[in-house]
């Protein structure tokens, strides 16, 4: 299992989801396990894989840390 972790400003966290949720399905494949962390002005998405390959193609595409 491989988990890609994608923090973004409360603002974006909607569009971000949505990107996601579109990627996934033009990759046909589901995630694992979806979980979130807050703080004061970002959240934490972590996504986990079962696909090493894919976690990385996804790390590329929404990876910003």
């Given amino acids: ?3 890609v972790q994608v923090r ?3 603002a974006d ?3 971000t989801l949505e990107a996601m949720r579109d990627w996934l399905e033009r990759n ?3 995630l694992v396990r979806f ?3 807050t703080d004061a002005d970002t959240i934490l998405i972590k996504v986990q894989f079962d696909d090493g390959a894919l976690a990385e ?3 590329q595409e ?3 840390e």
């Fill in 1 to 3: 299992m491989r988990v």
């Fill in 28 to 30: 046909s494949r589901p």
């Fill in 57 to 59: 193609a996804f790390r």
């Fill in 35 to 37: 979980e979130t962390e």
């Fill in 8 to 10: 973004v400003n409360r």
């Fill in 62 to 64: 929404f990876g910003r």
């Fill in 13 to 15: 966290f909607d569009k």
